[in-house]
């Protein structure tokens, strides 16, 4: 199978196995925003952030550096689990440690034995990120849907039962941890491989070399990802940030996930053909094609239909978060129209320029956020929606730099779905606020299905080409599947 047939169908049992996860990561959440109130979501959130930061430093960045590695493969294994283990126990131990300050700068005593206990996860995964990398860097995704399955499902049944039987914010630690042993358990269970307790010296430090690297882009993005939960929890509360933060994880959820699918595909993609710059350029543009095709009608249409889908889906609690949901549905889509750019650069064996260009992002968000929390997290969500639209031109302008693509052609690839899914969100917009609100259920069904007619006929007029294109293959599969039942 060649690369390129190989990658697409990575990417599509990667998206099987990660979406299926958040799928069942969105339900549970739903059922567990009726169970608690959004305090007791905000103090698990402060606890989490903590757990965030380490997690960032997590293996040392030794599992990139395994799926970057082409020789030695049998040692290198053993090396990275060995430093895995001894990396997460470390942390977890930190964790712990550092838990009675957390609580401290929060002002929340209760975030302490949460963080505290919270720190197992850190040790619990350092088990099983070596066999996680491998899966990887095979392009193995097939096989990650069963500890990927395995996690969500245990994180959200245990979750939930644990909350009905009044344990309130503690289901959604034990929860947690309980996630993290599933998935760990799961990756042993399927994986062949056996680490075996082998060091070499030379070796580590080659990859530790480069794990350092991809370390500090870690932990600059997750710094990059949370600072604004940082400020927002400090100075305006668990409540505020409760309502803040699940603004922000539910347009992650249903939006920046999909680039991150693809990311985690590409990655080791990207590193199979890095000597060919015209390959890389190709597949630059065309993953910004596709990305923009999904991500951008999503990102429209659930900042139209935001009003009727919060209080149907979670409740009249959390309908202070209907405004930041929409600026913030808007910002993940800008978000990944160049989020595949960070992996690009990795592949090329240039992760300091994601850092550089991380750690300027990371100032002016700090800024931004700094200058709109006194006027409430809406005005946060307005502000990192601007914020979105200059980390976009810098990540292009970095493109065009590193590898000659040219911003017209950027251009060409996200027209064709931008043109269809404003007209989607506009008339998905007038249709929800048009319906009364006794009628909200049957207007936001309708609301849907016309918007994916406008955004399907749209596409028709802007992209024919991938309208007969997805239809040959379908002709294609049918085909054959006839044939196979024929005989």
Known sequence: MSLGKKTVESVIWNYVSFASGKFLTFISTIILARLLAP?????????????????????LGISEALIYQRENLTQARNVAFIISVVAGCGLAVV???????????????????MLQVLALTLAINGFGQTQLALLTKELRFRQKILPDLSRSLVKGVSSIALAALGMGAWSLVWGQVLGSLAITVVLWAISTWRPRLVWDAALARTMLGYGVQVVLIQMLSVLWATADYLIVGRLLGRADLALYQQAFRLSDLLIIN?????????????????HDMDRLRAGFLTTIRYIALVTLPFSIGISAVAPDFVGLVFGAQW????????????RAGVSTLSFNSGQLLKAIGRPEIVNYQTLAKLCVLVVVVLLTVPYGFVAV???????????????????RQMIGVSLGAIWQRIMPALIPAV????????????????????????????????????????????????????????????????S
């Open 258 to 274: 999909i680039a991150f699918v693809v990311g985690r595909v590409l990655f080791p993609s990207y590193t199979k053909m890095n």
């Open 39 to 59: 305090e007791q979501f905000g103090v698990v959130a402060i606890a989490l952030l903590a757990i965030q930061y380490l997690d960032s430093i997590g293996d």
């Open 319 to 330: 309908l202070g978060m209907i405004p930041a949901l929409q600026l913030l549905a808007l």
């Open 381 to 399: 969500a307005a502000g990192q929606l601007g914020v979105s639209l200059f980390v976009l031109c810098i990540d292009y302008l970095t493109m």
């Open 423 to 486: 007209a989607m969100g506009l008339t998905t917009w007038l249709i929800v606020a048009a319906i009364p609100a006794q009628w909200r259920l049957i207007g936001l069904a309708v609301a849907v299905v016309t918007g994916m007619i406008v955004y399907a006929g749209g596409l028709w007029l802007t992209d024919r080409a991938l309208w007969l294109s997805a239809l040959g293959w379908l002709n294609k599969v049918s085909g054959a599947r006839f044939q196979r039942d024929s």
């Open 95 to 113: 964790a712990y440690l550092l838990a009675p300050l957390v609580a401290g700068f929060y002002d929340e005593p209760t975030v302490m034995p």
